[in-house]
């Protein structure tokens, strides 16, 4: 049986979860403010970011992708500690070009890892989900390949919901598509996006009040699960408690004992959802 790694990227936000599996690396991108650069949770967290955003309304942070170099340095490193594969899982395509960067990383390395790229079509802890999937997958024993047809199944079997505050770092940084529409109220509005099938962040529903735009939320995500028999529940926010508790104590209402992870949204995420969002996703896992 080949020993295989996982690489994630750092939007998967699994740095919060402090996760222990030895297969496990994390690809770090970078937040770009003014002048300076900092390693996506190394050296920012969402707790000194988020307070960073809140101190200087102004502030339009960017982020930036690994280099080909840094991955290279990666394969290398787990060839040596005598893995044979490595499942590289990534931010949606339409969101970064951090799955192209690693796809071209893969085409030049020459040494004998066999590395596979798994496009997540997912953000944040959502994709970080697929992350921890492949892992439980490596402990009980399946192949690269198996893993990765299991992860192309399971990206899209989900539905992946933000209530945002405020859009303007969303469109500052160009993330969310069909943005012109909003432009003019989105001081106004706490907006409903959706991740879709595409991997592509779009509007679902404009609506004025943060308080009404989660209910809303709620509803949907209660809506979607009624004729789903197993089910996990992925929680993250950029630093909104009051918001991210009011979801799931309505949503415990429905399921008390239902499964769920919760993350803050990484900085890297931050650069665009800015402070206040709330996301909330669910796996359909009877499929």
Not at 140 to 161: C, D, M, P, S, W
Not at 221 to 232: A, P, Q, R, S
Not at 256 to 270: F, L, M, N, R
């Amino acid at each position: 049986m080949s020993k295989i790694a996982v690489i994630a990227t750092s939007t998967s936000c699994l740095d919060y979860l402090d996760v222990k599996n030895e297969n496990l690396r994390i690809l770090r991108l970078k937040i770009i403010m003014g002048e300076n650069e900092y390693n996506d949770f190394l050296e920012i967290t969402a707790e000194q970011f988020y307070s960073r955003l809140n101190e200087d309304k102004s502030l339009v942070p960017s982020s930036s992708m690994p280099s080909i170099g840094e991955l290279m340095v990666m394969f290398e490193d787990l060839e040596k500690e005598g893995y044979e594969e490595v499942i590289v899982t990534t931010i949606s395509s339409q969101l970064s070009g951090t799955f192209q960067v690693c796809q071209m990383a893969k085409n030049q390395y020459e040494g004998k890892l066999k590395i596979h790229v798994v496009d997540t079509l997912n953000a944040a802890l959502s994709e970080g989900y697929l992350s921890l999937e492949a892992l439980r997958l490596i402990d009980e024993g399946k192949g690269a390949l198996e893993i990765v047809e299991f992860l192309e199944k399971l990206r899209t079997n989900r539905k992946q919901y933000f209530v945002v505050n405020n859009l303007r770092l969303f469109v500052a940084n160009g993330r969310l598509s069909g943005a012109s529409g909003f432009i003019g109220s989105m001081f106004k509005i706490k907006p409903i996006l959706i991740v879709n099938d595409e991997g592509k962040i779009v509007s679902f529903e404009k609506i004025r009040t943060e308080k009404k735009s989660l209910s809303r939320m709620v509803e949907l995500i209660l809506n979607d699960l009624k004729d789903v028999k197993d089910f996990i529940i992925i929680y993250d926010t950029s630093d909104n408690i009051e918001g991210i508790t009011f979801v799931k104590s309505e949503i415990k209402k429905a399921y008390p004992d239902y499964k769920y992870i919760e993350a803050p949204i990484t900085p890297v995420i931050g650069c665009h959802t800015g402070v206040k969002t709330v996301g909330v996703a669910f796996f359909d896992l009877s499929k």
